[in-house]
């Protein structure tokens, strides 16, 4: 099976690369803007692709020919896409319908990855059918991606997923685990929202899921995020816990008064029956998952 990734650089790509280019059953494509960042380069091939040049995107698919392509690449700077909404469109939205047109003409399988930001958080956890209501340009933006899809002839698959964290190189930005790790080491008071509720994802799981949906020739939509549910002052404490850290110099504070740029759902989290009965998704517990990065940091 030959699997293209767009956003080889970014976390879930790294974790793909990693993932599929031990496999020998699988001739893999790794691509992303600009030079590779990703030390170990075998075991695939690597292009410079900007995703948003559309002659470039239908140019390598149709040369190269891939059977899956797993689009991990997107702006996901919720605040950035409320500021910059064009730019947030062209490579969150465009860019899926550039994928899902290459994809029809070779009939290939394209997996593309959305967000619980697509739901207005009044009555998560959410089913795969629940009404999404963005209220962020983000979340909206995903939810046209999807919309793009559904309307499209090639075959496809949304894995949502929900605050994805984990160990990368040279990543261009940080996660709630990493960075709540050295703001705890520095012992300074920290103000963290207790009023928005998440089931944050290790990036290693949703990257099992991106193969497992490939494998299977599974299409439609799936929730594959992290199963634990939990308030991100909670998500906090259980680091602090983790790393022996001290929990008295953690303040709990509101949404409002972050006075953020993009609203924010504020209570997600996803039912995972489905993707667990026909993915065979096993995502790790939130414990689970900080044992596993504390094994990758020690690396
Ligand atoms: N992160 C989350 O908390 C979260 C939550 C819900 C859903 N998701 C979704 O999960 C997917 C993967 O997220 P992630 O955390 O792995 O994101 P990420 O680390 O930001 O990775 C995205 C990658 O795309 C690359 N990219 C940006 N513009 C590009 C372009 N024009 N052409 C080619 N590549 C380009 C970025 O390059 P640079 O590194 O050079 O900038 C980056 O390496 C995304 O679809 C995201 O929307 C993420």
Not at 28 to 46: D, F, H, P, Q
Not at 92 to 108: F, R, W
Not at 125 to 133: A, G, I, L, S, V
């Amino acid at each position: 099976m030959k699997v293209l990734i767009t956003g080889s650089n970014g976390l879930l790509g790294q974790k793909l690369l990693h993932k599929l280019r031990v496999d020998d059953a699988i001739i893999l494509i790794a691509t992303s803007k600009g030079e590779n960042r990703v030390s170990e380069k075998n075991g695939y091939t690597y292009f410079d692709l900007d995703i948003t040049n559309k002659d470039a995107v239908a140019q390598l698919i149709a040369s190269e020919k891939p059977q899956v392509i797993i689009n991990t690449a997107a702006m996901t700077n919720v605040d950035l896409c409320e500021e910059k909404k064009e730019a947030c469109d062209t490579l969150n939205v465009d860019v899926v319908q550039y994928l899902a047109d290459a994809c029809e003409k070779i009939d290939s399988h394209l997996i593309h990855i959305s967000t619980d930001f697509i739901f207005d958080g009044q009555d998560g956890p959410y089913t795969e059918e629940d009404e999404p209501n963005p209220l962020s340009y983000y979340g909206l933006s995903k939810l046209k991606s999807e919309n793009i899809l559904k309307q499209s002839n090639c075959n496809w698959t949304i894995l949502r997923t929900i605050i994805v964290f984990g160990v990368g190189e040279n990543l261009s930005k940080s996660n709630i685990v990493l960075w709540a790790k050295g703001a705890l080491a520095k012992c300074e008071p920290l103000n963290i929202i207790d009023d928005q509720f998440r089931a944050p994802t290790l990036a290693e799981d949703l990257a099992d899921a991106c193969i497992l949906a490939a494998r299977k020739k599974a299409y439609g939509i799936f929730n594959t995020s992290g199963k634990d549910i939990m308030s991100i002052y909670e998500i906090v404490e259980r680091i602090a816990k983790h790393y022996g850290n001290t929990t008295e110099n953690l303040n709990k504070i509101s949404t409002a008064t972050l006075n953020q740029t993009a609203g924010r759902p504020p209570k997600t989290g996803f039912i995972l029956d489905k993707a667990r009965k026909i993915l065979g998704y096993n995502p790790h517990s939130f414990e689970e998952c900080l044992t596993i990065i504390d094994k990758q940091l020690e690396n």
